[in-house]
């Protein structure tokens, strides 16, 4: 890679780092598993509603379209992202159900916004809602995550 993404030129004040891959251990690794590699790089924020925001860079590896990240590479991010908001709100979940709504091609080395929401909590239901967008306004994908909370042991 020549340069390294700039997080911290797209990190609002008002948010906190959080480690939220640390919630599930090391079952991350499809795509935060290598935090130097050519695919994803994420870094994770609570934002000042205590939302979880990820800054989710998007690298050569990840490629569809010439000079653009693959469909499957934005659902995969939006599948750990929006699976962790709900672990960060106090839900072990898995992720029952994903719709991903694609709404532009979104460019290699771009360095993304992924904003989340806790739409709702019925029994062991979780829906949490997400948008990939960039920090022009630009809005790349919708998706609607159903997520079912892990019975104890």
Same mark, same amino acid.
């Given at each position: 890679m020549d340069t390294a993404p700039d997080f911290d030129r797209l990190r609002q004040p008002q948010w906190t780092p959080f480690d939220a891959p640390s919630l599930v251990g090391k079952s991350l690794r499809? /795509?935060? +598993?290598?935090?130097?590699?050519?695919?994803f790089r994420l870094r994770y924020f609570r934002d000042e509603k205590n939302d979880l925001v990820a800054l989710a860079w998007f690298g050569e590896?990840?490629?569809g379209p010439p000079g653009h990240a693959h469909g499957g590479s934005m659902a995969a991010v939006?599948?750990?992202? #929006? +699976? #962790?908001?709900?672990?960060?709100? +106090?839900?072990?979940i898995v992720v029952g159900n994903l719709n991903v709504h694609f709404r532009r091609l979104l460019?290699?080395?771009?360095v993304a916004r992924v904003e989340t929401e806790i739409v709702s /909590?019925? +029994?062991?239901? /979780?829906? /949490?809602?997400?948008r990939l967008c960039d920090d022009a306004g630009n809005l790349y994908a919708e998706a609607d995550c159903l997520c079912i909370t892990i019975l104890p042991g």
């Open positions: 499809f /795509v935060s +598993g290598d935090p130097q590699g050519n695919r590896e990840t490629e939006l599948d750990e992202v #929006l +699976g #962790l908001a709900a672990w960060a709100a +106090g839900y072990p460019p290699l080395k771009l /909590v019925k +029994g062991r239901k /979780v829906l /949490v809602r997400g």
